[in-house]
């Protein structure tokens, strides 16, 4: 962990929420890569905002689009990595992947598909080059790769193992393994070792390459960097494969009906085994929570209520929460999110949906910031359901206009009845603004959202990117299966932010609004 990494989050700003894979530059080969975020970062500056928040950036399975289910909770996935800045000769595009990685780039969205399929070619061959030893030999750059995989090893090793296999193996699930390997039996691990010694350097090097671009990446951003914690990983994971006894994968990990779906939600994710990972330590999440501190200045918990008691489903259609009972739902919470506080990065707590009262007191206890998504703040036990106001959330919390999992503001204002619109609009910042509850949005609309979003009292504020320039795009909508989730991006490349003139005004607006309200 880089030191005083929390340390970076001081007073109260306002950062972006921007996935990375949204944030593609003119040198990208058809999404955000991790060198992207240096100049997002400096136009995010010029709008006096302190930092980007992020979500998941761990490798997907492929034909995956979505961050949440992932092939490992450690790993970065190479999706992410810069061809144009790696090390060695330049790797160009093979004259059969040009057409492929124009159409990835001329896309009105991302083409998963397309873009790994010319970056994994353009990988293997800048890979085979370094295999050669053109450039690999004793070179400070080899240095380097054996010094990561050393200092790395503790969850570098089984991880790579993992991926041979995993592409040895057709991308079949472990379970479909050859026993010895499915097993893990050591005498396996070791043949598998040699068997593919080649294909796990390549892994290495991948992780490396995402290593050195991650930490170039967080010394030249002028903001600080907020990762996202996600619940867990597929049951197809390197996680999963080599901590075998500390999960169930015969049941489901979902949620239970919110406002997001009246059947709930089935994620198809695993299940912690609490009573085997507590009798240990902790030891994965300890370990998960040392490396979000290694790549972020503070990151987003999701699902916090998944922590204190987890909603599963078995096979015959019976619901379960575990642990069953609030005593020991709030010890295992308490106890698990010290864990998660204990490498310094600053913490914020996803509390939204079916969240028990127990739940969001408790981390206030801790000094833990939940979510203020201002639409759902309201007094429901009182008539009319008024707006609670902004300026009088609490100071240890995150006021927020949209999630990633949200329609944007615009779609919200629009969508919202008569009678909700009014109550809006009799929050003491939005009285008096001229405009009514019959107002289509529009920029002045946005703009008086965003004005008492500022005049928030939390100490952290967040605005996913459309809602700062007013856009409609969704990044995901839970429950759906859609070739459109996951896969939103800027309409310009991310160095055009400093030229565009909708750009340069939306940042001198909310360097406005941060003087104005004190997020400087």
Not at 224 to 238: E, K, W
Not at 337 to 352: H, N, Q, S, T, Y
Request: net charge negative; charged share 25%; aromatic share 12%.
């Amino acid at each position: 962990m880089r030191e005083g990494s929390g340390a970076r989050l001081r007073g109260r700003p306002a950062g972006a929420l921007v996935p990375l894979f949204s944030v593609p530059s003119h040198r990208s080969w058809g999404i955000g890569e991790i060198p992207d975020l240096v100049p997002l970062g400096r136009w995010l500056q010029s709008a006096a905002m302190g930092f980007v928040q992020l979500l998941p950036v761990n490798e997907m399975q492929e034909g995956q689009s979505s961050p949440y289910s992932a092939l490992s909770a450690m790993a970065i996935d190479p999706i992410f990595i810069s061809l144009s800045s790696l090390p060695g000769p330049a790797v160009e595009p093979a004259p059969g992947e040009r057409a492929l990685l124009q159409e990835a780039r001329e896309a009105p969205a991302i083409r998963y598909g397309a873009v790994r399929a010319a970056k994994g070619a353009g990988l293997r061959r800048a890979f085979a080059s370094y295999d050669r030893g053109e450039w690999h030999g004793g070179s400070p750059d080899h240095h380097s790769l054996r010094q990561f995989c050393e200092e790395q090893a503790w969850w570098l090793d089984d991880y790579v193992l993992f991926r041979a296999l995993h592409e040895h193996y057709h991308r079949r699930h472990w379970q479909e393994w050859d026993p010895p390997l499915r097993d893990r039996e050591p005498a396996a691990l070791r043949e598998a070792r040699e068997r593919f010694a080649r294909s796990i350097r390549y892994y290495e090097w991948l992780q490396w390459l995402a290593h050195e671009q991650w930490q170039r990446m967080r010394r030249e951003a002028p903001v600080a960097i907020l990762g996202d914690f996600p619940f867990m990983v597929s049951g197809h994971s390197a996680d999963v494969w080599s901590r075998q006894d500390e999960f169930r994968i015969d049941v489901s990990v979902g949620v239970p009906p919110d406002a997001f779906s009246e059947t709930g939600q089935d994620w198809g994710l695993p299940l912690y085994r609490w009573d085997v990972i507590s009798a240990r330590g902790d030891e994965w999440l300890r370990l998960r929570a040392r490396r979000c501190a290694d790549l972020y200045d503070g990151f987003r918990i999701d699902h916090l209520v998944g922590f204190y008691r987890t909603f599963f489903r078995t096979a015959e259609g019976e619901q379960f929460f575990d642990p069953p009972d609030q005593p020991a739902q709030q010890a295992q919470g308490e106890r698990l999110l010290r864990v998660f506080a204990e490498p310094g990065a600053r913490l914020i707590a996803e509390d939204l949906g079916v969240v028990p009262d127990f739940v969001r007191a408790s981390i206030g206890e801790l000094g833990i910031p939940g979510l203020k998504v201002f639409r759902w703040e309201r007094e429901w036990d009182l008539d009319g359901h008024p707006f609670r106001n902004p300026a009088e959330y609490p100071a240890v919390s995150v006021a927020v206009s949209s999630t990633h999992d949200t329609e944007s503001l615009a779609d919200w204002w629009d969508g919202a009845d008569a009678d909700e619109r009014e109550a809006a609009l009799d929050v003491p910042g939005l009285r008096g603004r001229p405009f009514t509850p019959a107002s289509a949005y529009s920029p002045e609309v946005r703009d008086a959202l965003l004005d008492v979003l500022y005049a928030a009292r939390s100490g952290l504020l967040i605005l996913p990117l459309q809602d700062i320039f007013g856009w409609r795009d969704r990044i995901n909508t839970p429950a759906l299966v859609s070739d459109e989730n996951w896969t939103w991006r800027l309409p310009w490349a991310v160095e055009d932010l400093s030229e565009v003139p909708d750009a340069l005004e939306r940042a001198r607006f909310l360097r406005g609004l941060a003087a104005k309200h004190d997020r400087l």
